[in-house]
């Protein structure tokens, strides 16, 4: 008999899901990008249909499916949210579940693994296929379909989220990628182009592709782009700047040479982590600061979409030091600015470094999320960050930021793509806001091999 297995992710607390965009800025009047699902329950589910999932659930909704009784019940988390990972095992066990697994980024945490009868690093489809008698030969790509929002709960775009590559080697000393995956393998070209027909079949003509390091392998990137001419997309990626700046000219001219209006290349998200060299190399980034600022001017200088990933916190910042930096950062006028405060991720090579340094101070998990200090920094105190972190938020994300980047968006358009262009901009709030977001399409149809 087939077990009865339901996967999670952490109950949600409020009504409004999380907004990674809100969790950056300080002002109403800015874009809302909210999580509304869970990549990683999706793929598993797309790839393991006996698998049952729950997105966000509330507490009561959660402790009432327990009720139907399982055998196993897997919790995906991150690291900030292990309290209420540890609250939902609990249930689980209370509830009679057979077996209670962890998986996601939140499974390496070593304090708390304990606290599972099974521990699962890394992506999981393989690993759990023969649990359900199944082998996968192809993981087949979900659809994966989000927008972007206004505070005045107008939605202005519509996208498909694209994963072409898993994992990344690169091995800098603060992130967990190298401990969860540390030897990327690709989704076939079959996948992707399926799913990227499915989005054009839904009339979805932008394009994320979130993958840790797009262009890890050149060759599948390659193939990638080519697939995406095809289908006309208008498409981001998140990649090392070193890789972009190969690539910024062939694929803007891409753009220009097919005279196909608004489709092509449209930005990209990158690591700056920090503006001065010694903290990149302290970090083993293997990139030079100076690099990764020509390469966001390059992509600024074609009208290109901007996003930075920003770290602050290192041993040698003050209050003072910070405040010269993020004035930098903020000149460079990004469209969206991540900044977190460095927080040691078990496992990573930096977590060792700090506890046996400084000490981590900070037992509440919530805390460990980017956005608060949960070491003894040498010089800055936990509260003094909040308002660091505050103050910076507000200088790289002005109340006119959004302004900012529609008047690049229309303008790009109308400059590519004429009357044409401002048409399709326009098209993409009319198919965001006509959208059936509550029973629109979910899964592709499994083609059983
Ligand atoms: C996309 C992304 C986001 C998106 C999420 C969008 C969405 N709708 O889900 C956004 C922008 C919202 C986001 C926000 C944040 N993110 Co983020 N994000 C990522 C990113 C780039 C990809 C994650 C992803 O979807 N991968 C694709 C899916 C298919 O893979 P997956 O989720 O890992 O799932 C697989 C496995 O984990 C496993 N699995 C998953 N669940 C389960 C459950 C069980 C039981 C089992 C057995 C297996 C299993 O199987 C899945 C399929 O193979 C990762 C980087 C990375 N290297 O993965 C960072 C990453 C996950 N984010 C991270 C962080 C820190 C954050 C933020 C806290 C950042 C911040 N400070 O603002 C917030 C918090 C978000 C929140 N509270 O919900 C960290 C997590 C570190 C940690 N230990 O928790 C990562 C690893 C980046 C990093 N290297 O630091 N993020
Ligand atoms: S920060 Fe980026 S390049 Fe460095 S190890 Fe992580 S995923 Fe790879």
């Given at each position: ?5 339901l ?5 949600r607390?409020?009504s ?5 965009i809100?969790a950056?800025t300080?002002?109403w ?5 909210p999580?509304?699902q869970s ?12 698998l049952e ?5 509330t ?8 009720q ?6 897997g919790l995906?988390?991150y690291?900030s949210?292990t309290h209420?990972a540890?609250?939902m095992?609990e249930a689980?066990?209370?509830a009679?579940?057979?077996e ?6 939140g499974?390496?945490?070593t304090p708390?693994q ?5 521990i ?12 359900f ?5 192809d993981i ?9 929002n206004?505070?005045f709960?107008v939605?202005?775009n519509?996208?498909g ?28 070209l079959g996948s992707i182009e ?5 989005y054009?079949?839904?009339g979805?003509?932008?394009v ?7 262009g ?8 990638v ?8 997309m208008?498409?981001g990626?998140?990649a090392?700047a ?17 005279g ?7 930005g990209?998200?990158i690591g ?9 190399d302290q ?22 979409g ?8 290192f041993?040698?910042?003050?209050k ?7 004035k930098?950062l903020?000149?460079?006028?990004l469209d969206i600015?991540?900044i977190c405060v ?7 090579p930096?977590w060792t470094?700090?506890q046996e340094?400084y ?16 070491w003894?920094?040498?010089h800055?105190?936990p509260?003094?960050m ?10 790289v994300h ?22 044409a ?5 326009a098209a993409y709030?009319?198919r ?16 059983e091999?």
């Amino acid at each position: 008999m087939t077990p009865r297995v339901l996967f999670t992710t952490v109950y949600r607390k409020g009504s409004e899901p999380y907004d990674y965009i809100g969790a950056n800025t300080r002002s109403w009047f800015r874009f809302y990008w909210p999580r509304i699902q869970s990549f990683g329950l999706r793929f598993l589910k797309q790839n393991i249909p006996e698998l049952e999932i729950l997105e966000f659930p509330t507490l009561d909704e959660y402790r009432k499916k327990l009720q139907e009784g399982w055998d196993v019940v897997g919790l995906s988390f991150y690291l900030s949210e292990t309290h209420e990972a540890m609250e939902m095992v609990e249930a689980a066990r209370a509830a009679g579940a057979g077996e209670v697994w962890a998986g996601n980024y939140g499974a390496l945490t070593t304090p708390i693994q304990d606290k599972f009868d099974k521990i699962f690093v890394g992506y999981s489809e393989h690993q759990l296929a023969p649990y359900f008698g199944r082998q996968i030969k192809d993981i087949i790509h979900p659809p994966l379909i989000e927008y972007l929002n206004t505070p005045f709960n107008v939605k202005l775009n519509i996208y498909g989220v694209l994963f072409t590559t898993r994992g990344c080697p690169v091995g800098c000393k603060f992130c967990q990628t190298p401990v969860f995956c540390n030897k990327p393998n690709i989704l076939s070209l079959g996948s992707i182009e399926r799913v990227l027909a499915y989005y054009k079949e839904f009339g979805i003509n932008v394009v994320l592709i979130e993958d840790e390091n797009f262009g890890c392998n050149r060759r599948h990137a390659d193939a990638v782009v080519k697939l995406l001419d095809k289908y006309q997309m208008v498409w981001g990626c998140m990649a090392r700047a070193d890789y972009l700046r190969t690539k910024i000219d062939e694929w803007a001219n891409l753009r220009e040479r097919n005279g196909r209006k608004v489709a092509g290349f449209g930005g990209a998200a990158i690591g700056i982590e920090n503006l001065h060299q010694e903290r990149l190399d302290q970090m083993k980034k293997k990139e030079g600061t100076e690099d990764i600022l020509e390469t966001l001017r390059m992509l600024q200088a074609r009208g290109l979409g901007t996003v930075g990933y920003y770290m602050v916190g290192f041993e040698e910042d003050t209050k003072e030091s910070l405040r010269v930096d993020i004035k930098k950062l903020a000149a460079l006028k990004l469209d969206i600015t991540q900044i977190c405060v460095i927080t040691p991720l078990p496992q990573t090579p930096m977590w060792t470094e700090i506890q046996e340094k400084y000490g981590i101070f900070d037992q509440d998990w919530h805390h460990h999320d980017g956005k608060h200090l949960v070491w003894n920094h040498p010089h800055i105190k936990p509260d003094e960050m909040l308002d660091i972190l505050d103050w910076s938020f507000r200088q790289v994300h002005p109340w006119y930021a959004p302004l900012r980047t529609s008047a690049r968006v229309w303008s790009n358009a109308y400059h590519y793509g004429g009357l044409a262009g401002v048409k399709e901009v326009a098209a993409y709030i009319s198919r965001a806001n006509k959208f059936d977001w509550k029973t629109g399409p979910r899964f592709l149809p499994v083609i059983e091999s």
